[in-house]
């Protein structure tokens, strides 16, 4: 190097270069830090879970609390139920699974009722659903029934079993009794995310939905609902329970089979959903459903048989529809929201599609009305005219009387049957 480029060079001070070694460290903190963002996450233990989700659930219960000091906007539901709820996200952080253990015989129902209803594997294979059961007097009315719907049938429902391990932890044992001899019941005010040994998140769906856990409510219980709500349909109906509402009361049951009987206002669009994959390998045919035997054991019978499913168009309209219009109908006697609102639902690909009805054609009515005319006999003349005009069953149409037939209108006349079961949007015109 030339000497006068020597002369030009800056002076270095140690200030100078204690910023260039804090520049140094930082960069190697930076790039160390970078190694690690760039591994894999390791998964979040079940124990970690669980620890996560007590120290949400006191975050939350601490907020509420100061809001309401604070005279701010709050849950009720969680200050009302602060020291329950406290008491169990506490449980959640305490590894108990080590404590000592005494032997419990038989828990009593009270204290089942404190027990944590997320174990589903303790639970699941001790329930005991309800079943089917045909009556006997209906034996001769199976000829005239259609054979895509519902016989009369019964439901019976046994009470629900939950059955709790031999060996419980004595401070969760003490703490049952205390609550049990209270008459107090746990619940959560969400429904908890739970996930499978690999950690990964389990869709709601695929869960008993029967076993989920729901938020406290005041609302009564859907069956009570369906009761009121078939009724209703029975008033409407003239004090008369037609065919077509005993088939509403066996599908409603199916769902609270399926589903659970639980709080009106407490049911999620996750329920119907899981009501709508269950029903993917209901048999389409009543006939080949196994009386006396449960929904899941009919269900897991069709899938092993592969019987012909229900079409998609009966089960949106027959089955969703009517579940939707039974607990809609308590919104106005209890004042809840409906819980299915703006809800899209998914459907299996088993479910059959809906088969195209295709008009006759001219050279099919003609045949027809030569046919009838060739008989010679008047009946067989008029009655397919007047079915094609009229848009309604011959089977309906041979049972019109003179009676039946009145002027609504100037000139323009109807036919509608004197039945009670029948309405005015049946008329013929």
Request: net charge neutral; with cysteine; charged share 25%.
């Amino acid at each position: 190097m030339a000497k006068a480029d020597c002369d030009n060079e800056p002076t270095i001070t140690e200030l100078d270069l204690e910023r260039v070694a804090m520049l140094g460290e930082i960069k190697g903190q930076l790039e160390a830090v970078s190694f690690f963002l760039r591994q894999p996450a390791a998964p979040i233990t079940l124990e970690e879970q669980r620890n996560l989700s007590g120290i949400r659930d006191l975050v939350e219960i601490s907020q509420n609390l100061e809001a309401k000091k604070n005279g701010e906007r709050h849950s009720s539901l969680i200050v009302d139920n602060a020291d329950s709820l406290r008491d169990k996200a506490v449980a959640k952080l305490l590894a108990i699974e080590a404590l000592p253990t005494v032997d419990v015989p038989e828990p009593s129902p009270a204290a089942v009722a404190a027990v944590d209803p997320t174990d589903q594997q303790s639970t699941k294979d001790s329930y005991v659903p309800p079943r089917f059961e045909s009556e006997g007097s209906h034996q001769d009315e199976e000829k005239a029934v259609d054979p895509n719907t519902e016989l009369p049938l019964t439901l019976t429902a046994p009470p629900v079993e939950l059955t709790i391990g031999t060996k419980l932890p004595a401070p969760l044992l003490a703490q049952m009794n205390s609550r049990a001899s209270a008459g107090f019941q746990v619940h959560d005010l969400q429904e908890e995310i739970q996930y499978d040994e690999h950690g990964a998140a389990i869709p709601g769906y695929e869960l008993d939905r029967r076993l989920v856990r729901r938020a406290p409510s005041k609302v009564p219980l859907f069956s009570i609902v369906v009761d009121q709500y078939l009724k209703s349909r029975i008033s409407a109906n003239g004090g008369k329970e037609d065919r077509d509402i005993r088939t509403a009361r066996l599908r409603l049951q199916l769902f609270i089979e399926l589903i659970g009987d639980h709080p009106s206002d407490r049911y999620t669009g996750v329920d119907l959903q899981a009501f709508v994959y269950r029903m993917a390998n209901w048999p389409a045919s009543v006939k080949k459903r196994k009386q006396g035997e449960s929904a899941f054991d009919i269900l897991q019978d069709a899938k092993a048989r592969q019987l012909q499913p229900l079409a998609q168009k009966t089960l949106q309209d027959g089955y969703v529809g009517v579940v939707k219009s039974a607990l809609r109908s308590g919104m106005t006697s209890w004042s809840y929201k409906d819980p299915f609102v703006g809800l899209t639902l998914r459907y299996s690909k088993g479910h059959r599609a809906s088969q195209p009805s295709v008009p006759l054609s001219s050279q099919q009515l003609s045949s027809v009305f030569r046919t009838g005319v060739e008989s010679g006999y008047l009946d067989s003349t008029l009655l397919p005219l007047l079915a094609y005009l009229t848009g309604r069953r011959i089977g309906l149409l041979t049972f019109l009387k003179g009676s039946d037939i009145r002027e609504k209108y100037e000139n323009v006349w109807v036919a509608q049957r004197s039945w009670k079961s029948m309405t005015s949007g049946n008329a013929c015109q």
